[in-house]
């Protein structure tokens, strides 16, 4: 029986997993997949404005020393960002007192917000998939002093940002923030 062959980009495997295990020892956490490997999945951040910032040779240096035969992956998702815009609107309706001659200013910034679509982010995510074994895990934790050489920070998502991220990719509706969201 030939297995169907999966296509760059595909999150089928991402998406369908036996839930979220918990590497003690590591203190790590991964999604457990449908073939028995483990999904580690870290969120890289950068500064732009930093003349160390050095994305190219930190993927380099990272696919340089990928262990044979295991699967590396990027995620660029993009999703609604309402937090900023939520404690601003939040600070905004908390003033009890509004002049005269601020009546108007006050009506336009609360039907801009309340009208004006929310602002996006792009977050990228780095998926490893690996079978668990002690090399494969001793490598993933060395990530992040490998990539902080070249200014690119990374985050390894628990628990709880596994299923929010997971959420946000099969489901983009369901961000938890929408009933609070002014729209």
Known sequence: ?????????????????????????????????????YRFIAELTAD???????????????????????????????????????????????RSVVTAEMEELYRAMDEF?????????RRTYLEFAARGMVEELTWWLGIPGMLEMYGVRVQFLDAAKLVGLLRQVTNPGLSGHAQDVPR
């Open 113 to 121: 917000l309340r009208t004006y679509p929310l602002p996006y982010s």
């Open 48 to 94: 732009p404005d930093r003349p160390e910032v050095q994305p190219e040779r930190a993927y380099q240096a990272l696919l340089n020393a990928l262990p044979p035969g295991r699967t590396l992956r990027l995620l660029q998702v993009i999703w609604v960002d309402p937090v900023q815009r939520l404690g601003f609107y939040r600070n905004f309706t908390s």
């Open 1 to 37: 029986m030939k297995t169907p062959k999966t296509l760059p980009g595909s999150t089928t495997e991402f998406v369908w997993c036996r839930g979220v295990v918990r590497f003690e020892e590591q203190g790590v956490d991964a999604l457990l997949s449908v073939d028995g490997s």
